[in-house]
């Protein structure tokens, strides 16, 4: 090493560049303030709509406090009176994801609602939908919507009868992925196929959307984005699409599993949803006392 080294060396570091003494650094601004959860309590002056809306929100407490991963709690909604019914509604509110579902036996539109793993679901029957029912859900997912996602019986396209000038890539996914759903267990991992780093054709995109068919059900997750996650006709198998806030998509999986995980509620997300109900029906009770009160 030379004896003329110098270390640290000369002409690095702060105050070495020509007019840096006179410059001072700028930062972007931090954010000054957090959003957190405030609970919503609805406005009730009837004290007979406040003890049913009450009742039914106790209740819902209890069931969200009780679950356990894996379990589906239903609590019938279609028999409160039409006051109790829009209180309920409006302390519960919407969250971000919703779901549509249609078949031979009706339609369901499901909501989650603000408090995660608390699903309102609305079930149309009879022959022209006249008849409605409704209900919350504590789940991770709705359980009746996943079983009447897919057809219960499709036999196992053939996939090279399909192959076609501009096909590359399909068959080559088509047989991984009814090889999954074929295999698949309640206790098996997600497998995803990115089709946004695979190459593939337009003629590709054709085939796969035929073979793998339509199901019933879709869902949109909205946030920061949108995802919106389609059954297939294949079982266990959904087509699962990232879009931006601009709505241009950024992401194209397939994915193989019971439920894509983010349309489902964490069974933490659910703890803490129980929490929140117990907030809201501790202020209710308070205004309860208090319209008693007045009126004795």
């Given at each position: 090493?030379?004896?003329?080294?110098?270390?640290?060396?000369?002409?690095?570091?702060?105050?070495?560049?020509?007019?840096q003494a006179d410059e001072e650094l700028n930062y972007l601004?931090?954010?000054?303030?957090?959003?957190?959860?405030?609970?919503?309590?609805?406005?009730?002056?009837?004290?007979?709509?406040?003890?049913?809306?009450?009742?039914?929100?106790?209740?819902?407490?209890?069931?969200?406090?009780?679950?356990?991963?894996?379990?589906?709690?239903?609590?019938?909604?279609?028999?409160?009176?039409?006051?109790?019914?829009a209180a309920v509604n409006d302390a519960l509110g919407e969250?971000?994801?919703?779901?549509?579902?249609?078949?031979?036996?009706?339609?369901?539109?499901?909501?989650?609602?603000?408090?995660?793993?608390?699903?309102?679901?609305?079930?149309?029957?009879?022959?022209?939908?006249?008849?409605?029912?409704?209900?919350?859900?504590?789940?991770?997912?709705?359980?009746?919507?996943?079983?009447?996602?897919?057809?219960?019986?499709?036999?196992?396209?053939?996939?090279?009868?399909?192959?076609?000038?501009?096909?590359?890539?399909?068959?080559?996914?088509?047989?991984?992925?009814?090889?999954?759903?074929?295999?698949?267990?309640?206790?098996s991992s997600p497998h995803v196929v990115n089709l946004s780093?695979?190459?593939?054709?337009?003629?590709?995109?054709?085939?796969?959307?035929?073979?793998?068919?339509?199901?019933?059900?879709?869902?949109?997750?909205?946030?920061?984005?949108?995802?919106?996650?389609?059954?297939?006709?294949?079982?266990?198998?959904?087509?699962?699409?990232?879009?931006?806030?601009?709505?241009?998509?950024?992401?194209?999986?397939?994915?193989?599993?019971?439920?894509?995980?983010?349309?489902?509620?964490?069974?933490?997300?659910?703890?803490?949803?129980?929490?929140?109900?117990?907030?809201?029906?501790?202020?209710?009770?308070?205004?309860?006392?208090?319209?008693?009160?007045?009126?004795?």
């Open positions: 090493m030379s004896a003329s080294f110098m270390f640290p060396p000369a002409g690095f570091g702060p105050g070495s560049q020509i007019g601004a931090m954010p000054s303030g957090v959003t957190v959860y405030e609970p919503h309590v609805p406005e009730i002056e009837d004290p007979a709509i406040m003890a049913a809306t009450l009742t039914f929100l106790e209740n819902l407490q209890k069931q969200a406090q009780a679950w356990q991963e894996g379990d589906a709690c239903l609590l019938p909604r279609h028999d409160l009176a039409p006051a109790s019914a969250g971000e994801v919703s779901a549509r579902l249609e078949d031979t036996a009706g339609l369901v539109e499901v909501q989650e609602t603000v408090f995660a793993g608390v699903w309102s679901l609305r079930a149309y029957g009879g022959p022209h939908g006249q008849d409605v029912r409704e209900q919350v859900e504590v789940s991770a997912f709705p359980k009746a919507l996943v079983a009447r996602a897919f057809p219960a019986k499709r036999s196992r396209p053939d996939v090279a009868a399909g192959v076609r000038d501009g096909v590359v890539n399909a068959p080559a996914i088509l047989t991984e992925l009814f090889e999954q759903s074929e295999n698949w267990h309640p206790q780093l695979l190459p593939h054709t337009p003629e590709d995109m054709d085939m796969l959307e035929s073979c793998l068919g339509r199901g019933r059900l879709t869902i949109l997750s909205r946030g920061y984005g949108n995802c919106r996650i389609e059954a297939t006709a294949t079982p266990h198998v959904w087509r699962v699409r990232y879009f931006n806030s601009m709505d241009t998509l950024i992401l194209d999986t397939i994915e193989v599993s019971c439920v894509p995980e983010v349309a489902c509620a964490a069974p933490e997300d659910i703890a803490d949803s129980a929490i929140r109900l117990h907030e809201i029906c501790t202020v209710l009770r308070a205004e309860s006392a208090s319209q008693q009160g007045v009126g004795a």
